[in-house]
């Protein structure tokens, strides 16, 4: 991906200045999210950059489940059509703990189908740092065909991505 195109997380910045300040700055500490929902428009770009040691990293190793970088290297992987962040909520509890919630819908096409990850994402906030720990799936339904395109281009759904 070249560094003067649009971010893939959906926020309308260059990647530059969006996710790749996150994803060069983990190792570094010199950036880091600063929200859940930050982080987790993060880790969607990286999936679409198929930086898979940026999920690693940014995934709480207790919730890990034994997922590996070589797991998530194996193909095939989606083609990802765009990112709906549907709500974010970050909480300090009295104890001064973190933790956020942020559901979304990441949309991508797989054997020529199209489906989405829709998903309630939890995260907490240790060391300084936003960690995924876990995420409730549901089941996304399809836009009607005269909805948005899930891949924003502004064209209705049957001029677009249901085209084929």
């Not at 020529?112 to 936003?130: L, P, T, V």
Request: glycine share 8%; charged share 20%; aromatic share 10%.
């Amino acid at each position: 991906m070249t560094h003067d195109k649009t971010c893939p997380c959906g926020s309308q910045k260059i990647y530059q200045d969006c996710c790749q300040i996150l994803h060069l700055g983990l190792d570094s500490g010199a950036q880091l999210a600063t929200s859940s929902e930050q982080l987790m428009r993060s880790r969607y770009c990286a999936f679409v950059l198929k930086n898979f040691d940026y999920i690693i990293k940014t995934h709480h190793a207790a919730y890990l489940d034994g997922l590996t970088l070589e797991q998530l290297q194996q193909g095939p992987h989606p083609q990802w059509l765009g990112l709906d962040v549907l709500s974010a909520n970050d909480t300090t509890q009295p104890d001064g703990s973190k933790f956020g919630t942020v559901t979304f819908k990441a949309w991508y096409k797989m054997s020529g189908e199209i489906d989405a990850i829709y998903e309630r994402s939890e995260f907490i906030f240790e060391q300084g740092r936003w960690f995924y720990t876990k995420g409730h799936q549901m089941h996304a339904k399809l836009p009607g065909r005269n909805d948005p395109c899930v891949c924003h281009s502004g064209k209705k759904f049957k001029q677009c991505c249901m085209k084929g």
